[in-house]
């Protein structure tokens, strides 16, 4: 089974948003903390990102919809957001929160609107990046875990005999969602996103 | 990343016992995400961390609040440095910083200001008010580390 050209591709993801401009240098910063005393960090920081960015989205969103918007209060809560984004290396939330302080200091309701739209875009693709990423982090840590000769499970050869038998997508597909959600109880999410990923990056394993 | 150090030295001579040689650093800050990074930063560093998400609650904490007097607790006896953010909602970092030197207990004890904005005026203000160390954020480790090297400083 071809591990070593599934965990190449997603180091190939990930490299990637580096690329794209959705991480920069501070998410590599965040990577190089995570250790065996912290196995979980880069996961449970970009965690308190989401909910911490969802609920200044949501303080946003009913800010500008005062009649009499606080202006001040608008700036307050972009500049949490930028802090926050930028702590975790979202580049891009980070990038979108200057014009939109600068749309608050000439108290322009409607462009401070659309640097809003702007935000909760970029704010949404960045999340669900990151999720995939880490999603895909766990398969490969468990499939990755198949390939060592010490673990004999019918897993593993379930999983080998799914992702070869994704030469033929349909059949193959099948093998891979029940495997997937039975015997290792992966969310729906998360089996979608294998599958498309595999499909994505044209992972030729005949 | 830019560090603004002060150029006098600090002695901290409390003369108390420490525990553990592990210097305790309280953190403030009120953003999550951030508070959770320095934290984690502090504690790669071998420093126990106390975090509070603001100037009132670090105050409470070190037992300089308005409200306490001395004999409330005698945390403060044990924090080996403070790092506050500046922006905070409330009490500023700044005016945290104040009061810190204000107080006969704590006035010794170095106060590290993070920013995320690089303002000559505001960096000049604290320094001049008696700041350790005036650091950018996003932190990094090597911020840390060379921070963990000022406080055992300090501490000798």
């Not at chain 2, 990343?1 to 525990?19: D, L």
């Not at chain 2, 953010?85 to 704590?106: Q, R, V």
């Not at chain 2, 993070?114 to 203000?125: K, L, Y």
């Amino acid at each position: 089974m071809e591990v070593g050209q599934l965990q190449r591709s997603f180091v190939e993801y990930m490299a990637s948003l580096f690329r794209e401009g959705f991480l920069d240098a501070q998410f590599s910063q965040l990577q190089q903390l995570q250790d065996d005393s912290n196995p979980d960090f880069v996961v449970e920081v970009v965690s308190l990102f989401f909910e911490d960015s969802e609920r200044l989205l949501n303080d946003l969103t009913m800010a500008l919809d005062q009649p009499n918007v606080d202006f001040k209060q608008v700036d307050a809560h972009v500049h949490q957001l930028k802090g926050s984004s930028s702590s975790v290396g979202a580049q891009r939330v980070k990038n979108c929160c200057v014009p939109f302080r600068n749309c608050c200091e000439e108290q322009n309701t409607e462009t401070c609107l659309r640097c809003l739209q702007q935000i909760k875009q970029e704010y949404l693709l960045v999340k669900n990046k990151l999720q995939t990423l880490f999603e895909l982090a766990f398969f490969l840590a468990t499939v990755g875990a198949a390939d060592c000769s010490c673990w004999r499970s019918n897993s593993h050869g379930a999983i080998t005999q799914c992702l070869t038998g994704l030469a033929s997508p349909s059949e193959g597909k099948c093998l891979l969602n029940s495997v997937c959600r039975e015997e290792f109880s992966f969310s729906d999410f998360l089996v979608d996103h294998i599958i498309n990923f595999i499909h994505q990056i044209g992972l030729c394993l005949l | 990343m830019e560090m603004f150090a002060n150029s006098s030295s600090i002695s901290k001579g409390m003369g108390e016992v420490v525990a553990s040689d592990e210097p305790h650093v309280l953190a403030v800050d009120d953003n999550l995400v951030d508070r959770k990074l320095v934290e984690i930063l502090l504690k790669k560093s071998s420093c126990k961390v106390t975090t509070a998400e603001d100037g009132l609650r670090a105050l409470e904490y070190l037992g300089l609040a308005a409200h306490q007097d001395s004999s409330t607790n005698n945390n403060g006896s044990k924090v080996n440095m403070i790092i506050t953010d500046y922006c905070m909602p409330g009490m500023t970092g700044y005016e945290l910083l104040k009061k810190i030197k204000e107080s006969s207990m704590m006035k010794d004890v170095p106060v590290v200001i993070m920013s995320s904005e690089n303002i000559p005026t505001r960096i000049n203000q604290c320094m001049e008010e008696g700041a350790q160390i005036f650091m950018l954020k996003p932190l990094k480790h090597s911020d840390v580390e060379r921070l963990r090297c000022q406080i055992m400083q300090c501490r000798g």
